[in-house]
Structure formats: structure tokens, C-alpha cells
């Protein structure tokens, strides 16, 4: 198991529904992010949590909601998407927020919106 | 220009053969230095990390970093099939609010 558990590992949705990503971590980490990976991209930085307070927010439409209810759950909610947001999801975390520690991902969650 | 740039391949080579993998940077306050390796439809997952200059060995890996050109470095020797897969580099001030930047990543594939 990683320490880093991401679900769901894949979804389809329509532009009018709403889902949620969870991300849940096991390593007693006090930082958690979400990434997104598109291809032929580097990995774009969405969402900052440090024990459960935002900390940082990337420019990221609205139609990307983030909730982190305790220091080691994490998800994303999402509604409205566009097709240009299908890309993989990624949730890490680190033991202390953008300190030049290492960071831990988990394994993604692809998402395609149709 | 780009903070972080990376060749973006894709690589391949036959197995047995010395893999470089590179990144160039253009801001010379970064100090943490890493390689990731994502495997098809995984996270990626920590290689090596490097704090400042200098040269990093762990079994047939060794990461390399060179400041003062702000050239970093990923050599893999005796390259097996198992190593097939993206390389991803990243780099990070020191201090509170540092986050991690990446390069593209690149795609190595070796063949048996």
C-alpha cells in the first residue's frame, strides 16, 4: 500500500455532473497538494493544504473545489468540467508545506470529461 | 526561457546501455535537486534527492548536479527493462513556501 491513497483511479463524467476525487494520506504529513498532469506538460501545481488551512491557490477555475477536513484527507470536488480538464489528478504530501522537502505522490486519478 | 527545462525525448535504448538524463534551470537560487520516475498510469515516484552541488550514488543510479552551469544530471547504468519509463526533474528554493518545479519529463524506454 502507498502511503499516499488516491480514489477514484479512474472517471468518466459529462460536463454537467458532479463528482468528488479523494485523497487520503498515511505518512503523518502536515502538507497536502493537488497537482495536475497534462500531457507534454510539467506537472502544474493547483491546491496547497497545510493542516487543513489553503495556503496557496494557483489560479484554478472555480469549477475545481477543494476541501481538507483533517490533515490527512484531501479531496476535490468537481462540477460544470470542460473537456480540457481531463487530464491526471495527482494528491501529495509532504511533512511540512512547500519547505523543499520531498513530496509524496499518490498513484492519480484519471479523469475524462465528455 | 523557461525555470526548468528538459529534453523531451522520447528516449531508447537497449538494455545494458548508460542512460544520461538531463535538466537545465535558468534561477540559481534553487538548492534541492530531484528526479522522479513515473511508471505508465502511476504517480510519480522519489529516484534521488540532492541538496546543492555534487554527486549522488544509489546502485545503478547516480544524480548529478552542476550549480555553476545549472545543469542536473540522471545516469543510469546497466539500463534494464524495468527502467523503462518518464523521468521527471524538479527543484526547489530552501525556506518556508518553496515549491517544487518541474521539468516536462521524459520518456525512456529499453529495450530487451
Known amino acids: 500500500e502507498t502511503g499516499v491513497t488516491q480514489t477514484p483511479r479512474h472517471l468518466v463524467m459529462g460536463m454537467t455532473n458532479k463528482k468528488s476525487l479523494k485523497c487520503e494520506q498515511h505518512?503523518?504529513?502536515?502538507?497536502m497538494y493537488w497537482y495536475k498532469q497534462s500531457a507534454k506538460k510539467p506537472l502544474e501545481l493547483m491546491f496547497v493544504y497545510s493542516l487543513e488551512e489553503r495556503v496557496e491557490n494557483n489560479s484554478v477555475p472555480s469549477r475545481f473545489s477543494p476541501e481538507c477536513p483533517n490533515s490527512s484527507h484531501l479531496f476535490l470536488h468537481l462540477h460544470t468540467l470542460q473537456p480540457e480538464d481531463s487530464a491526471l489528478y495527482l494528491c501529495?504530501?509532504?511533512?511540512?508545506?512547500?519547505?523543499?522537502?520531498?513530496?509524496?505522490f499518490g498513484e492519480g486519478s484519471w479523469l475524462t470529461v465528455v | 526561457q523557461k525555470e526548468v527545462e528538459q529534453d523531451p525525448g522520447p528516449l531508447s535504448v537497449p538494455e545494458g546501455a548508460i542512460v544520461s538524463l538531463n535538466c537545465t534551470y535558468s534561477n540559481s537560487a534553487f538548492q534541492y535537486f530531484m528526479w522522479y520516475r513515473q511508471y505508465s498510469r502511476k504517480g510519480p515516484e522519489l529516484l534521488m534527492y540532492t541538496y546543492s552541488s555534487g554527486n549522488k550514488e544509489d546502485g545503478r543510479f547516480t544524480a548529478q548536479v552542476d550549480k555553476s552551469s545549472k545543469y542536473i544530471s540522471l545516469f543510469i547504468r546497466d539500463s534494464q527493462p524495468s527502467d523503462s519509463a518518464t523521468y521527471l526533474c524538479?527543484?526547489?528554493?530552501?525556506?518556508?513556501?518553496?515549491?517544487?518545479?518541474f521539468g516536462k519529463g521524459i520518456t525512456l524506454s529499453v529495450r530487451p
Open positions: 501529495a504530501s509532504s511533512q511540512e508545506v512547500n519547505s523543499g522537502n520531498t513530496i509524496y
Open positions: 505518512l503523518g504529513h502536515n502538507a
Open positions: 524538479a527543484m526547489s528554493f530552501t525556506g518556508a513556501n518553496s515549491k517544487l518545479t
